[in-house]
């Protein structure tokens, strides 16, 4: 599966919070006891993952864990839609027959948490001097723990990348640093009469709210500030105006309906100059079966905002534990292996990106990016900041709240009395979700 697809589906993936919501209520679970007993030696250790380019690089290794557990190892791939069910019926029903499982840090694991479906692994974590969780980012690791405790353990990060045309931007001085240069480059740049344009991204209301996230940061925005909602906030409403203006100017018609899968074959057959969205998705432009601009396609670092450059570096898939699991002790030595410094250097060297700092900080595990990406994953890495979404049990809920004065910019209405309102509604929201978690 090629790193677009395997993109693609997990996008899916975003439906599961409100189905297990809808599924499981809001109540806490964390009541109900974790099964005892060991299952017998012919039971495999069960981890659940998406067809990701991560979990085939660890399946293609899983013979040499087998020979240091003594254990057979089972890996299930599924496609989002896939994955988001069978959690869906297994963790409702308390089910034994899932060990690890391959989660998201910023969608699923609040909800999960709550609901008392993943083990506690602080202790392991924070007392197992080898496994140096302190060599982890602090902006994934941090996205790790909920209500105090480490619940999951990154293993795929992610960031945005600002993808332009080097040849459209030689007579510009370069690849715009500022968000105020991109603006002006885009604008300059567009010949929409012509079909093409100077900045294609995600405009659809609930999607674009994770990318749309870095120039909220950039602006000195939040969306959430102590605990009240901060997004009608003088700095989150420059970022919606910015974000609209950006789109309703030099972006393609309809980007109000545009998601991953609409923007990204815009850049890849040369009809844009400029396109921000994450760098896991860089190979597609690269790929000569879906892009006609990889020998002109540049990668760049996410641009100075008012406040700086501050995007986003998240956690995009980590490993947890099912609580159910009868086999905690072999699921720890699992993703204890998958996670490790050798694991982590290994894989990124083979192009996808980890959570490690010292991966990160070894040249020979950057070298399957091309030089000038690698350069703008390790600075943006350092810059980043460890969400691109709210911090919320029903996560798509809150994305859709938004995401409304997003549409509003684009469509070139007025963005603040949108913001307001849709700030009210998010306040509301605020509350009645964190009376969920108190429950």
């Known amino acids: 599966m090629s790193t677009s697809r395997q993109s693609l589906s997990r996008r899916s993936f975003g439906r599961l919070a409100a189905g297990v919501a809808g599924a499981a209520g809001l109540g806490a679970l964390g009541a109900c006891a974790p099964p005892r007993g060991k299952p017998s ?18 399946q293609r290794r899983s013979e040499e864990f087998e020979d240091r557990i003594g254990r057979r190892v089972s890996i299930t791939m599924l496609t989002g839609d896939q994955l988001a069910s069978s959690y869906n019926v297994k963790l409702n029903a308390s089910g034994t027959d899932v060990d690890v499982m391959m989660v998201r840090a910023l969608q699923e694991q ?24 302190g060599d982890f980012q602090p902006a994934p690791r941090n996205a790790s ?48 009469k012509k079909n093409f344009f100077g900045y294609v991204g995600r405009g659809q209301r609930n999607g674009a709210v994770s990318q749309w996230s870095s120039f909220l940061y950039s602006y000195g925005g939040d969306f959430v500030v102590d605990g009240k909602s901060a997004i009608a906030t003088p700095q989150a409403l420059a970022a919606y105006t910015f974000y609209g203006k950006l789109l309703a100017k030099a972006g393609p018609p309809g980007a109000t309906n545009m998601n991953l899968e609409q923007a990204m ?26 892009s006609t601009v990889r020998e002109k396609v540049g990668f760049a670092p996410f641009p100075a905002g008012p406040a700086g450059a501050h995007p986003h570096n998240i956690p995009s898939w980590s490993l947890g534990i099912n609580k159910f699991s009868r086999l905690r002790d072999e699921s720890w030595e699992f993703i204890r292996w998958a996670s490790s410094p050798e694991m982590v250097a290994a894989i990124q060297a083979d192009g996808i990106p980890g959570a490690r700092a010292s ?37 798509s809920r809150a994305r859709d709240i938004i995401g409304r004065p997003l549409v509003a910019g684009i469509l070139g209405e007025p963005v603040e ?23």
């Open 359 to 395: 991966a990160w900080n070894d040249p020979k595990n950057l070298a399957a990016f091309p030089p000038e990406l690698a350069e703008t994953m390790r600075l943006n890495a350092e810059r980043g900041i460890g969400y691109d979404r709210p911090r919320v049990l029903q996560v």
């Open 265 to 290: 074959p815009i850049f890849a057959q040369g009809k844009a100059a400029f396109y921000i969205d994450a760098d896991a998705i860089y190979s597609n432009f690269l790929d000569p079966k879906i």
């Open 110 to 133: 609040l909800l999960f948490g709550h609901n008392g479906w993943l083990t506690d692994l602080t202790d392991r974590v924070e007392q197992d001097k080898d496994f140096a969780w």
């Open 417 to 439: 009395p949108v913001a307001r309102d849709a700030n009210a509604e998010f306040a509301d929201f605020l509350v009645r979700d964190n009376r969920h978690k108190e429950n």
């Open 145 to 192: 723990v909920t209500a105090g405790k480490v619940l999951s353990v990154p293993v795929v990060t992610e960031r945005p990348a600002l993808y332009y045309r080097k040849d459209l931007v030689e007579d510009l001085g370069g690849p715009p640093k500022t968000l105020d240069a991109l603006m002006d480059a885009s604008l300059e740049l567009a010949d929409r």
């Open 41 to 58: 030696a012919s039971t495999p250790l069960r981890i659940m993952a998406i067809n990701h380019v991560w979990a085939q690089a660890i």
